[in-house]
C-alpha cells in the first residue's frame, strides 16, 4: 500500500515538475528549464509501468514497454543540456553537437536488434544505460564546477547563482542511478524497494523547490550576455602573461576605480556586475577586469564585496545599529540576501555580523 501510495507521487510530481518547467510562466532561465522539463517528463516514464499496474493490475505489453525506452534513455542527455543552458545561456547547437547522438544511435540499435532477434542480453543494454547516465552527470558535475569558478569574475552576487544545490543532487543522482541499475539487475522484474523510493521522492522535491527558486544566472540584456560569454571564453588573471594595458595606464585606471568606489559607491546596487562597472569607469570589461585582477589581486567578487564588508562594518559600528536588523544592514550594504551577507561577512573577517557587532559593542 505505501510503495503504491509513493509510486503514484513520484509519478504525479514528476509529471506536475515538467508541466511547470515547460510553461515557466516566469520566463527565467528559459533553455536550461525546457531541458529540465523533458528530464522530468521522460523520468516519470519509469514509473508509468508500475501506476498501471495498479489501476489496472497487469504489467505493460512488450511493445509499450519497448516504446518508453527510447525517451527513458535521453533522461542524462536532457539533465546535461538543462545544465549547459544553466551555465551558458548563449550555447547554440552546431555540427559538433552530433556527437550527442552517438551512444543513443547505439542503444536504439541494439534495442531494435533484440526486438527482432532477442540478441543482445538485457545486462548489455543496462550496462550501456548504467555508462550513459555516469558519463553525463559527471561531466554535468564538472561543467558546474567550471561555472562556479567562471561566476566571480564577473557577478558580485554569486550565491544565489553558483549552482550548489544542483550539484548536490547531482551526486543523489550518481548513487540513485548506480542504485537502481543494479538492482535492475539483480532483481529484474522487481518493483524499486519503499526506501529507494522515498530517496527519489525527496530529490524530487528538493529539485522542484530550488529550481523554481532559481534566479535569472546571466543579465537578460543581450549585450551584457555576450559580453559575459567573452570573458569566460577568455578569462584574465593576475598570471597573465598578455599585458592587456601598460603599466602607467594600469596605475592611472586603478586610481579611477577607487576613487569611483568610494564616491558613487556602486557596489550598493546588489545586481552590479562587471559590465556595468564597466561602463560606470568607461573603459571595456576586459581592461576591467585586468585591473581587477592585476592591480589589486582579487577577482570581480572578491573586489565588490571587500567594499560591502567595510560598508557594514560602518553600519554595525554605527549609532543607527540598534534600529536596523541584519537583513536591513545587509540590503543597506548591497547584498541581496541575509545569506549572502552573513556568509560573504565571515568568509572575510573570520566572524558573522552578529558576533562582530556584539564583540565591537563590548570595547
Not at 537502481?180 to 530517496?199: D, E, K, R
Not at 598578455?242 to 546596487?269: A, G, T
Not at 560598508?311 to 545587509?330: N, T
Request: charged share 20%; proline share 3%; net charge positive.
Amino acid at each position: 500500500m505505501i510503495t503504491d501510495f509513493l509510486d503514484i507521487t513520484i509519478f504525479g510530481s514528476l509529471v506536475l515538475l515538467s508541466f511547470l518547467l515547460l510553461s515557466n510562466p516566469l520566463k527565467i532561465n528559459k533553455k536550461a528549464n525546457f531541458w529540465f522539463g523533458f528530464f522530468m517528463l521522460f523520468w516519470a516514464s519509469y514509473w508509468i509501468d508500475q501506476v498501471y499496474l495498479i489501476f489496472e493490475k497487469e504489467q505493460l505489453n512488450e511493445t509499450l514497454d519497448f516504446v518508453l525506452k527510447i525517451p527513458q534513455f535521453l533522461i542524462p542527455l536532457c539533465f546535461y543540456l538543462g545544465v549547459l543552458n544553466f551555465t551558458n545561456p548563449n550555447y547554440k547547437f552546431t555540427k559538433k553537437s552530433l556527437i550527442f547522438l552517438i551512444l543513443p544511435f547505439i542503444y536504439y540499435t541494439l534495442l531494435i536488434y533484440k526486438q527482432i532477434t532477442g540478441f543482445p542480453n538485457k545486462s548489455i543494454l543496462l550496462g550501456i544505460v548504467l555508462i550513459h547516465g555516469l558519463l553525463y552527470i559527471i561531466v554535468s558535475f564538472f561543467k558546474i564546477r567550471k561555472h562556479q569558478k567562471q561566476i566571480l569574475l564577473f557577478s558580485s552576487n554569486t550565491l544565489e547563482i553558483n549552482l550548489v544545490w544542483l550539484e548536490r543532487i547531482i551526486i543523489i543522482s550518481m548513487v540513485l542511478i548506480f542504485s537502481m541499475t543494479v538492482f535492475s539487475i539483480l532483481f529484474y522484474g522487481f518493483p524499486l524497494n519503499l526506501w529507494m523510493n522515498l530517496i527519489v521522492l525527496v530529490t524530487i522535491f528538493a529539485t522542484a523547490y530550488n529550481i523554481l527558486k532559481q534566479k535569472e544566472i546571466f543579465p537578460k540584456d543581450k549585450k551584457q550576455k555576450e559580453e559575459i560569454e567573452n570573458i569566460q571564453e577568455n578569462p584574465i588573471s593576475n598570471n597573465s602573461k598578455k599585458q592587456l594595458l601598460s603599466d602607467e595606464k594600469l596605475i592611472e585606471l586603478k586610481s579611477k576605480l577607487n576613487s569611483l568606489m568610494l564616491e558613487k559607491e556602486p557596489y550598493l546596487d546588489s545586481e552590479i556586475n562587471l559590465i556595468i562597472l564597466s561602463d560606470q569607469l568607461e573603459i571595456t570589461s576586459h581592461q576591467l577586469s585586468y585591473v581587477i585582477n592585476n592591480g589589486f589581486n582579487q577577482n570581480f567578487s572578491q573586489f565588490i564585496n571587500k567594499y560591502r564588508v567595510e560598508k557594514a562594518k560602518i553600519l554595525l559600528q554605527g549609532k543607527d545599529s540598534e534600529k536596523l536588523s541584519m537583513l536591513g544592514i545587509a540590503f543597506e550594504s548591497g547584498f541581496s540576501s541575509k545569506s549572502s551577507f552573513n556568509t560573504t561577512f565571515k568568509k572575510i573577517t573570520g566572524k558573522t555580523p552578529s558576533e562582530f557587532k556584539k564583540e565591537r559593542s563590548g570595547l
